[in-house]
């Protein structure tokens, strides 16, 4: 007995070791950026990375946010905000619906044919995106979207397609297949079964994808400075151009600042989705 | 309108051919009971009429249309799962209204066909629960319930009431019997409870790897099994089994017992298999064998005694309250005209 | 009447630059434009940004490039609008020095607005360092340097502050090539491209002290930013380091005054070659007559003497004219211009003769040399097949 | 029937938009970039065709071959390395523990950071001179040194520890979301047989998540063949070409060398490497389920 | 060694208190059967003997030692689960072997328990198979076969034979009592089958909503059952229960039945319910009361007679073969001593 109990608390402590040490491996560079944007730049000419900021200053996260000047404007990273929302909003419904449903007409339904087309979709995969960059910018171009928001959100559907198809697929592939022929029992068609049964219980992988997308939608700035038009420009164009210089002088403080700024929306997101990595959203649904 | 033909049905797992040209008429408003052993195929068949899988020859009719390659959905089928395959993330009350929300039923008309179901499952108070926080039986239960509510023209029940405790699943099955009645629908049950195939029946089908054994009224399938197969499945305790061999006359087997065989059966020296219900053999003090108790189970209303008579083990029902001890000496008889009679090579019913 | 608008693409983005560029804007609005800034970060990105514009027909009104080989292939697709009116309107070809012109003349057009010079081969010393090393005056020669860069050895410094980096490399072998094995040697190696010159024994040498400069820097050069580089300077950790002429705002970030905290040069002895680059301004074809007179009014605005002193002032490059008022710019702002003023001293940087797929095979041979022990034979060969 | 007909095309109709994408998206620039490849395009694509030059270019190019090297080093320790640690994360985060919701987002979070600025923190920690090797010496440790990303033949090893910090936490939580799915009564039956837990995990949960680890091993392949921003932000390819990657080498030909045959010949041979890959698992795959396997 | 002692056992879901301080001692090789209605707590119960769940309060003592709080596998326990929960991703033979794999028992030892179970539960031939590929009792049977191989001092079986045909529940039955036998093992044992209770149990617990209401060998649970749920719940078909009131000399009732009370057992006005047992009601024409019949059910070997006196509707159990219809008039009478007597306000037996 008691040796069970100091074995499940020698394991108890084992878990905790290794998820704290785990953490602190990846803690560090956060740990490194957040004291960085706190030093001045003589401070962090030093090198002492690991060292705490002598004194804390913020003036490289107001920098950030609202000063920097990249080009002739001087607003921080604060200025592509609203178009980083308007473009992740539809970037990120918009392929993760999609993706649920392709997962789902391939993985439950199966129509003839259709696993040519997922094969297709993933070797597409494995096409770096950059090379898909100048025909994309010719098809948006022959079909008129070329520069304006609905041209970035079609790249990004289109760059999201593979990996939000597999997510959903292979997803849905491992639910009981008893619970797809009860719903063909009860009358569901195609779009009852999948709105009603399958999206409620897709919330973890919901999630997942949202974080997939939302990081990838958020964090892009290469496909929304080409494709998105003067107008929509992302936040990430001012980031990138902070932090991305090569031949100007390079304020680590302020890069430091506005990359954490930048990541403040899938971070909130992050947190946030927690409560719904539930258990056994499966369980109990056949013998 | 909603009577099932199915004809040379033959349903697939890769090699394994698991329904073998299987033909079967179910007339509208019967209640087919279908049993057979675990792993016969009556599942694959309820599926294969409610169109989950795909069969592999053959047609299935409801109502007259054909439906072979039909969405399970038209096929007007309500339909409990031998796995239940409840909804995990809907509650009770969510599982069995799906389907009707799904049709598009008026709300005040889900309302009532949910609660009036829930009301007979005696679900009412667990209708907010989700399946995961229900015992087995409530979970059955449920699993009755969505198909219930469905008022369907045919219902396919897949052991139904097997999680359930003997009162409740009495209640229940008198139930089932009224709503058959009410709903005139047709009902296709599979069951291993022989009380339940006896009581609710209108024809059983009994069922041997795939393969229809025998059709008829509980009755006929009980007191006339067609072969061994069928004599041996019915019947708790099973029934006795003698092999015999016909005498020269052909009517008299080993000089004891004189049959009535229709002329031209049997003959001389055929081997041949008796098959005698325990509650066919009685205890008297005048009967015309003697064999020894080796055990006597006490079954609460009844015992069931298991004697030797020479070689020859079987078992006899005993209804009056006297004490019977192993190792006890008693006379026994049959009723020849009870007695089934089959042929040993052919397995086949003679009489 | 509206301004004439002009959307500029360019990669000015840093703080120092962004000054820079803001300078312009603001010429731009006085002489009646209205200047819209899309700036993009690192130059390859803000050119295939401008090129997918072109492409997808969205193109903006100018956009910043280098005259490169890559200059000419835009220009042979058609995808620019010339501005001679304007050159011979202002008269470019009287102030503008000949490797300028030459530089943005496409079939004897001019397809481009030239707005910078940079060089980016100077030499920085820090004064610091070198009192610590005991050296008394900044090297005058390349030997001097060398033995500089032993004496700061010996000292336990750095003496070559440097970030491995594969372009960073390359600096330091234009500095050495220009340098040390002379104008000549450069313009055959990139211009003539003679396979023989480059397997003979004066490039060999070149090579072999290019090579030795890897002997001074420290073990966490590699991957190492200029800035940080830069840093050692500043810190006085390390004596010396060749980089471009941008290194002075870092200098001045860390409020390093040129003359007293460090040194600079742009090479060494009065007749030492100035190795010039260029940031232009390409005006994308158009129709509009509003773009095009955007256009026009952009090219005259940057090349105006005004502009181009309060432009370099803030880039830390030299002004494409010699024209100018000098007296506001640093010491070595001063030293870039006096070069300037001798034509016999321009030298233009490599990429202008190479496409830039030689130029980045060229890169690759060198950055492997100076990061492996390979057979300088084999290096001369491989820049052969490298430039072919 | 009328029905049955009504949701096979519901489900072709549901899929119409994944085939237009993958018709006009995929297939459309994967023909464009063949015919590129065959072709002596520069800035712009042109139209003449020189055969496979730019295929016989890129086998000559020691760099490409550098590159396509590391990627295979660098492609198997980083799958391996972050299919491990992110489900051994998921496990032990799986335990019940406190403050999941803190640990799942510091696990989480690079996944959300700009590599560009990460990438550099992660340049400064391994550098030995400013980072971990410096800070541990002057900890008294003098003898310690841990300079991998100084080291040529070291250094692709530092962009595995980058790339799996920053990929692992996106593996835990796709792991943990198959984790839960997974019926409670399977826990409790292996608890009965005695089953120690981490056994559970690997003989009983793991299978039981096949199609989840598909799914992460697609993720992370499709990852490490496009991986570009790690290296640049690391070490730029350094030191030389050490850690060079197909990826940067395509992007550098793309837009600085302004060789966009070159570039389009080196992603078609990175797709032929894949399809070589993969084309044999698919088969087998195929073949299995075509014989009623599950 | 094995014995299970288990005192003031509470469990909570929530705030849903399922068993409600729960006392009972299992006597070490005691084949002990619960019975209860769904929902009761029985599974709820095997699990927490099982270690399964936390426990609210109370503690399991098994083989005497304090086990409330030990690890499942510590406790030297085999379970069938009633939703068999089977590994899915392994073959049968990998399910059943599996825990004694990882134990490190010999490779042939493993080999010979799974044969051995396989071969009783007639599983032999499917020891390939992956579960989703199994009927529903052939999944069962894995389950009970994954129990079996551990050979463990406790079995706990959560209605391990729902889903088999009648022929192979009995052949298991036997089986299991056989096995019982030679094993030795405690046995904890839900099942809704009365027939299996009454053969397999050395005791019988009755449960009801969490509560023990009587625990018995079968015979005492049956002929003399604690209260009226109990009375209610065993027996098919159920109990006849009459309302009667107690006439003044304490001992006739109604002024038609005289019973065996024992002294101020009962007083004068006090509400009885008697419960006569369907097979005790005797049709015989000499009997005292007469009733009209109402609906006829032939089960087989036996008929179901359900009829009417006065208000009070009840059935019969008719053995022998006559013909009985409804809308007869019959005369029956009933053993006064075999009558169970129930207090009608604590509802708890009198007699
Ligand atoms: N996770 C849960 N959360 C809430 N209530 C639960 C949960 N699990 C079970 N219950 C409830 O506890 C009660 C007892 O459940 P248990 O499974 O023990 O019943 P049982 O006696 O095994 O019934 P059955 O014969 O139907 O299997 C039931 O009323 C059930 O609804
Ligand atoms: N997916 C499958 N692949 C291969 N064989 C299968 C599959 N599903 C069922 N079987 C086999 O088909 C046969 C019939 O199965 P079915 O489920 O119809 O039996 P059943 O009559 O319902 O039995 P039970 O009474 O045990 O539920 C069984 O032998 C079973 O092993
Ligand atoms: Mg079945
Ligand atoms: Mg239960």
């Known amino acids: 007995m008691s040796k069970r109990k100091s074995t499940a608390l020698w394991a108890r402590v084992g878990v905790y070791a290794f998820l704290l040490f785990a953490a602190a491996f990846f803690l560090l560079p956060l740990y490194v950026m957040l004291t960085t944007s706190f030093k001045t730049m003589e401070e962090i000419r030093l090198g002492q990375i690991f060292a705490l900021p002598s004194s804390i200053t913020f003036d490289a996260w107001r920098a950030a946010w609202s000063e920097a000047c990249t080009g002739v404007s001087c607003e921080g990273v604060r200025g592509g905000f609203w178009n980083s929302v308007t473009i992740a909003v539809p970037s990120v419904v918009l392929p993760i619906l999609l993706g649920a449903i392709n997962g789902y007409a391939l993985s439950w339904w199966k129509p003839k044919g259709s696993q040519w087309l997922f094969g297709i979709l993933m070797l597409g995969a494995f096409i770096p995106i950059q090379v898909m960059i100048y025909p994309l910018v010719k098809l948006e171009a022959a079909i008129g979207i070329y520069s304006s928001l609905p041209g970035i959100v079609f790249v990004h559907l289109v760059f999201a397609m593979p990996i939000m198809t597999l997510l959903f697929r292979n997803y849905y592939a491992g639910l009981p297949a008893e619970l797809f022929k009860a719903a063909r029992v009860d009358g569901g068609g195609f779009w009852r079964i999948f709105i009603q049964l399958v999206l409620p219980m897709s919330t973890p992988m919901l999630i997942v994808a949202a974080i997939m997308q939302i990081t990838g939608v958020w964090n892009d700035y290469i496909l929304g400075l080409t494709f998105a038009g003067r107008e929509n420009q992302p936040m990430t164009v001012q980031l990138n151009n902070v932090i991305n210089t090569t031949t100007g002088e390079r304020l680590y403080n302020l890069n430091m600042a506005a990359t954490i700024l930048t990541s403040a929306v899938p971070l909130l997101v992050y947190l946030i989705s927690g409560r719904w990595f539930v258990r056994g959203i499966a369980a109990g649904a056949v013998k | 309108m909603s009577g099932v033909n199915i004809q040379g049905l033959s349903i697939k797992f890769g090699a394994n051919e698991v329904i073998k040209g299987l033909d079967l008429q179910v007339q509208e408003g019967e209640f087919l009971v279908l049993l057979g052993p675990s792993g016969c195929g009556k599942s694959t068949l309820l599926h294969s009429i409610a169109g989950l899988i795909d069969v592999s020859g053959g047609s299935i009719h409801i109502g007259g249309q054909d439906m072979t390659d039909a969405e399970p ?92 405790d003997a009162k409740l699943r009495a209640e229940l099955r008198r139930e089932l019997k009224l709503l058959h009645q009410t709903l005139g629908s047709t009902m296709i049950y599979v069951t291993h409870d022989q009380v339940e195939a006896m009581t609710l029946a209108s024809r059983i089908v009994v069922m041997k790897s795939g393969v229809i054994q025998q059709i008829g009224t509980p009755a006929e399938v009980y007191e006339t099994p067609a072969n061994l197969f069928v004599a041996g499945f019915l019947g708790a305790p099973a029934i006795n089994l003698v092999p015999v061999t016909v005498a020269a006359d052909g009517v008299t087997v080993n000089g004891a017992l004189s049959l009535q065989l229709a002329a031209g059966r049997a003959k001389a020296g055929q081997q041949l298999v008796l098959g005698v219900r325990p509650e066919h053999v009685r205890l008297q003090a005048d009967g015309r064998w003697r064999a020894t108790v080796e055990l006597v189970e006490p079954m609460g209303n009844h015992q069931v005694v298991w004697m030797k008579a020479g070689e020859q083990g079987f078992s006899a029902v005993v209804h009056d309250g006297r004490r019977i001890t192993a190792g006890e000496t008693l006379a026994f008889d049959i009723d020849e005209s009870l007695l089934s009679v089959f042929d040993a090579a052919s397995e086949l019913r003679l009489n | 009447q509206a301004p004439l608008k002009a959307e500029v693409i360019h990669w000015w983005t840093s703080g120092g630059e962004s000054a820079a560029a803001k300078t312009l804007a603001e010429a731009y609005k006085a002489q009646g434009g209205l200047w819209v800034d899309t700036a993009v970060a690192l130059g390859e990105q803000a050119r295939s940004v401008a090129i997918n514009r072109i492409a997808g027909g969205n193109p903006p009104t100018a956009a910043q490039f280098n005259t490169t080989q890559q200059f000419r292939d835009i220009v042979e697709q058609g995808y620019l609008n010339n501005v001679d009116d304007v050159a011979k309107r202002d008269g470019w070809d009287k102030f503008l020095p000949e490797a300028v012109l030459s530089a943005i003349r496409v079939n004897g057009h001019y397809y481009a607005a030239p707005v910078n010079i940079h060089n980016m081969s100077w030499f920085w010393f820090s004064k610091a360092a070198f009192k610590k090393a005991g050296i008394a005056e900044e090297p005058k020669t390349f030997d001097e340097l060398f033995a500089a860069l032993d004496k700061l050895k010996a000292a336990g410094l750095v003496p070559l502050a440097h970030g491995g980096q594969p372009w960073q490399d390359g600096i330091v072998f234009t500095a050495v090539l220009a340098h040390y094995g002379g104008r000549e040697l450069y313009l055959k190696v990139f211009k003539d491209r003679d396979p023989k010159v480059i397997q003979g024994e004066a490039f060999k040498k070149v090579l072999l002290a290019f090579k030795r400069l890897q002997s001074y820097t420290d073990k966490g050069s590699p991957g190492r930013n200029w800035n940080d580089a830069t840093a050692m300077l500043i810190n006085g950790r390390a004596g010396v380091q060749i980089m471009g002429d941008w290194a002075k705002g870092e200098f001045a970030q860390a409020k390093q005054e040129a003359g007293k905290d460090y040194g600079c040069t742009p090479g060494f002895g009065a007749n030492a070659p100035y190795i010039i680059q260029g940031d232009v301004m390409v005006f994308p074809k158009t129709n509009k007559p509003d773009q095009i007179k955007a256009q026009q009014l952009l090219a005259s605005v940057i090349t105006q003497p005004a502009t181009q002193v309060a432009f370099s002032i803030k880039k830390g490059s030299i002004p494409i004219r010699t024209d100018v008022d000098v007296s506001k710019m640093d010491v070595c702002g001063q030293m870039g211009v006096a070069a300037m003023k001798d034509k016999s001293r321009h030298l233009a940087n490599g990429e202008i003769y190479i496409t830039p797929d030689q130029n980045g095979a060229l890169q690759d041979v060198l950055t492997s040399y100076w990061n492996r022990n390979i057979p300088v034979e084999k290096v001369q060969k491989d820049i052969v097949s490298a430039l072919k | 029937m009328k029905s049955k007909f009504f949701n096979r095309w519901s489900a072709w109709g549901a899929l119409l938009p994944l085939a237009a994408i993958v018709l006009v998206g995929y297939v459309g620039t994967v023909l464009w970039t063949l015919r590129t490849s065959m072709s002596s395009s520069r800035t712009f694509p042109k139209d003449d065709f020189v055969g496979l030059q730019q295929f016989e270019r890129l086998l000559d190019n020691e760099r490409w071959q550098l590159a396509i090297h590391n990627l295979a080093v660098y492609g198997v320790l980083y799958i391996l390395a972050a299919m491990v640690l992110g489900f051994l994360l998921a496990v032990f985060i799986d335990q019940k523990v406190r403050g999941e919701g803190v640990l799942r987002t510091a696990f989480l979070y690079p996944y959300a950071m700009s590599f560009v600025a990460t990438g550099l923190v992660w340049q400064w920690v391994l550098n030995p001179d400013s980072g971990l090797q410096n800070a541990v010496q002057q900890m008294g440790w003098t003898n310690f040194t841990f300079d991998w990303i100084v080291d040529q033949d070291m250094v692709i090893y530092t962009v595995v520890i980058a790339g799996t910090w920053q990929g692992a936490g996106l593996v835990m939580a796709l792991m943990l979301a198959g984790l839960r799915g997974i019926d409670e009564e399977i826990w409790k039956a292996a608890r009965l047989d005695g089953i120690p837990t981490w056994r559970v995990y690997l003989s009983v949960v793991l299978p039981m998540m096949g199609p989840t680890l598909a799914t992460v091993f697609t993720l992370l392949a499709t990852g490490v063949v496009k991986v570009f921003d790690t290296v640049v932000a690391m070490t730029q390819g350094g030191p030389g070409t050490a850690s060079d990657v197909p990826a940067k080498f395509i992007m550098d030909h793309l837009f600085g060398r302004a060789n966009l045959a070159l570039a389009s010949a080196g992603a078609v041979m990175l797709l032929i490497t894949v399809l070589a890959l993969v084309a044999p698992l698919a088969y087998a795959r195929s073949r299995k389920q075509a014989q009623g396997g599950h």
């Open chain 2, 73 to 164: 959905s038209e096929r007007g089928i309500g339909m409990v799962f031998q796995s239940y395959a409840l909804y995990p993330t809907m509650t009770v009350e969510k599982n069995m209204s799906f389907g009707l929300r799904v049709a598009g039923t008026p709300k005040a008309e889900i309302e009532r066909r949910v609660n009036k179901a829930a009301q007979m499952l005696q679900l009412t108070p667990l209708l907010g629960r989700k399946p995961a926080q229900l015992s087995g039986g409530q979970r059955q239960r449920v699993a009755i319930g969505r198909a219930l509510v469905r008022e369907a023209g045919v219902f396919l029940f897949d052991e139904p009431l097997s999680n359930l």
